[in-house]
């Protein structure tokens, strides 16, 4: 009857960073939304390009605060096969952890986030807790606890410390304990199942048809994982399971994800084995001369221009936390990378937002954008 | 392909058991975080403080972090003076542009000697600046507490973080290794008018200035007005950091390959 466009955002707690979901609503049915992106562009993709290829790893922490390790993960094997740079094994192993305990960092926070979008506390303080442990380790080895600036263009910075591998393992066995505490939490709660279930619901034909990726689109069914499809780095030598549900609802989600926090703790396990007997080079030894050290820009004009460096176009593609990410980089044989396009997985599950919202109520709002898991900060770049 | 289907976890129940159920597992929690606090009590427990880094920590059961493997931390930059070589590559590697080289005492009255000062209102602690440092004076210590009430002391000068040095907090241990096939600086020897420049500013003094042969000049042709010596690089001891090239004044060093 009276029906009304309203604003949840940018300043919303349901938003999760800045970005404004417009909503027309006819008393609390949902008719249509419009989700608004661009609130947090900072251009990253034109900065790179007038960056030094290594210095470019200092803004893939800022694409995603939350999963920063994935997406300097994402950017370098980009770059190594734009330079023609073969990585050590023992650094790509060393990446696979990296991003694996990335992966449950980064569904923790949002397991945390998700919790408090319906309404429980407990459990965001539980997850807050969880997730300090792996910023420690991160911190251990990276030397920082959020922009980790790691990876290297043929590699990672530093070898594990000493004690490393024990004390991961120490984690490890921790949250594997907490994700049944998680359960216990949530699936146990009858408000919890009121809340959620059959809520936001996508079939598998309508994700595909909306490029949506990640745990959204294997909640619905469709078996779709990059480490198993195109493996990346040593990921075609770990055994792991891919986790999928059937229903496609705020519930499946949730399930996925924790699912896929126990198989990251299977890979990180194997991946740990592997590290404590295979000791050897985290840095390959030959980079593109000018790769090594940060030259004085000065002198001849254009010396590197000069020289024919060879070029090269580099594209990934991984799984990350929230889904498929990609990567381009163009090599035009200058120090710089002439072009780069970052593909967000966030930005198209949040763009098909009218095909899971409709039909629902505005009270459910927080809970299904919350299952989508959005990080504003990949989305505008 | 493999998968793990994770549906038939989801139990949904109607009974009133199911609301319990889950304060008892908060309650359990309550309980044994009476007895090990998630927590720390900030400004009276450190977690640097080595005695209590070795009281936390997964191993005894406590959730607070892995706190003794925390030299690697990536905080405020200690300088060391001293042995400063005043080769500008702490600035050039800086990717926020926050280091400038300002005078400090110490050089000899020909040369200024030159030390970064660093922006802490810039910064992002990225760590190429101690990394790309040839000599480990510019490293990184464990120090993490910089609030000031004034924007300009956020501007650390060399002194400032000699003082950090002398307070001999952790440092960073890593040292990234340069590689192998680094470029090397070239000479174009017919432009050279052997002026000594180069090897006047060379941080490293790897540039000597040797004698070559005079050229004899053929009949009906001007040889060039030069003083007869040429820089020869020693690229062991060359950090790469290009201040030749910047102050010669016939364009005559470049980055190459020597073959």
Redesign the interface.
């Known amino acids: 009857m009276s029906e009304m466009w309203i604003n949840m955002g940018p300043q919303h707690p349901m938003t999760h960073g800045l970005w404004n979901l417009r909503v027309k609503i006819d008393g609390e049915q949902v008719l249509d939304v419009d989700p608004e992106m661009g609130y947090l562009h900072r251009g990253i993709e034109k900065i790179s390009e007038d960056r030094h290829y290594n210095e470019v790893i200092t803004l893939m922490d800022r694409c995603c605060y939350v999963a920063g390790m994935s997406w300097e993960h994402l950017y370098v094997l980009a770059a190594e096969q734009a330079l023609h740079v073969e990585p050590p094994e023992r650094a790509e192993y060393i990446r696979v952890m990296s991003d694996e305990f990335q992966r449950i960092g980064s569904h923790v926070m949002w397991y945390a986030a998700f919790v408090q979008d319906i309404g429980l506390m407990t459990p965001f303080l539980y997850g807050m807790r969880d997730r300090d442990l792996v910023l420690d380790l991160f911190q251990s080895y990276t030397g920082a606890r959020m922009t980790y600036e790691y990876m290297r263009v043929g590699g990672v910075r530093n070898d594990l410390p000493p004690g490393f591998i024990g004390e991961a393992r120490k984690v490890c066995d921790w949250l594997i304990d907490r994700f049944v505490e998680y359960d216990q939490l949530c699936l146990n709660s009858d408000i919890f199942h009121k809340r959620c279930d059959g809520l936001g619901v996508m079939n598998a034909q309508a994700c595909i048809d909306h490029g949506i990726t990640g745990p959204m689109l294997r909640s619905a069914g469709v078996r779709r994982d990059l480490r198993k499809d195109r493996p990346y780095s040593a990921y075609d030598r770990l055994e792991f399971d891919v986790a999928h549900a059937e229903a496609g609802d705020v519930t499946a989600r949730y399930l996925v994800r924790m699912e896929e926090m126990r198989q990251s703790v299977r890979i990180i396990r194997q991946s740990l084995d592997w590290l404590e007997h295979h000791p050897g080079p985290v840095l390959a030894q030959e980079l593109p001369r000018w790769l090594g050290a940060p030259y004085a820009p000065v002198g001849r004009e254009g010396y590197l221009l000069k020289r024919n460096y060879p070029k090269g176009l580099g594209f990934s593609a991984i799984e990350e936390p929230h889904g498929e990410a990609l990567a381009y980089v163009v090599n035009e044989g200058s120090e710089h990378p002439y072009r780069v396009k970052f593909r967000s997985p966030v930005f198209a599950n949040v763009s098909a937002a009218r095909q899971y919202l409709v039909g629902y109520r505005v009270a459910d709002i927080p809970p299904i954008m919350g299952s989508v898991d959005v990080c504003v900060g990949e989305v505008d770049r | 392909?493999?998968?793990?289907?994770?549906?038939e976890?989801?139990?949904?129940?109607?009974?009133i058991l199911?609301?319990a159920?889950?304060m008892l597992?908060?309650a359990r929690?309550f309980g044994r975080s009476l007895l090990r606090p998630?927590t720390i009590v900030y400004p009276f427990e450190r977690l640097e403080d080595p005695q209590f880094r070795d009281r936390v920590?997964?191993?005894s059961g406590m959730?607070?972090?892995?706190?003794?493997?925390?030299d690697?931390?990536?905080g405020v930059h200690a300088l060391n003076i001293a042995t400063c070589i005043s080769c500008?590559?702490c600035a050039?590697?800086c990717?926020d542009l926050c280091i400038d080289m300002v005078t400090v005492p110490g050089g000899d009255p020909k040369h200024a000697k030159k030390s970064p000062q660093i922006d802490y209102g810039k910064c992002?602690?990225?760590?190429?600046c101690s990394?790309?440092c040839p000599e480990g004076c510019l490293t990184?210590t464990t120090r993490y507490e910089l609030s000031v009430t004034k924007r300009a002391e956020m501007i650390f000068s060399p002194q400032k973080l000699q003082e950090v040095f002398d307070r001999k907090l952790p440092m960073?241990p890593?040292r990234?290794?340069?590689?192998?096939?680094?470029?090397a600086i070239l000479l174009e020897p017919p432009l050279c008018i052997g002026c000594n420049a180069c090897a006047r500013d060379c941080p490293t003094n790897c540039i000597t200035m040797l004698d070559i042969p005079k050229v004899e000049a053929k009949p009906g042709e001007k040889v060039a007005k030069r003083i007869w010596k040429e820089p020869v690089i020693n690229d062991s001891d060359c950090?790469?950091?290009?201040?030749c090239?910047?102050v010669?004044p016939k364009?005559c060093?470049?980055?190459?390959?020597r073959t």
């Not at chain 2, 392909?1 to 549906?7: C, D, L």
């Not at chain 2, 990234?176 to 470029?183: G, K, M, S, T």
């Not at chain 2, 060093?253 to 390959?257: E, K, N, R, S």
């Open positions: 392909m493999a998968g793990a289907q994770v549906e976890k989801a139990k949904p129940s109607r009974s199911w609301v159920r889950p597992t908060a929690q998630s920590g997964v191993g959730p607070i972090g892995v706190g003794h493997i925390w690697n931390y990536r500008n590559l050039f590697s990717p992002s602690y990225c760590g190429f990394d790309a990184m960073n890593v990234v290794e340069r590689p192998a096939n680094e470029d950090v790469r950091c290009g201040t090239i910047s010669c364009e060093l470049f980055w190459g390959t």
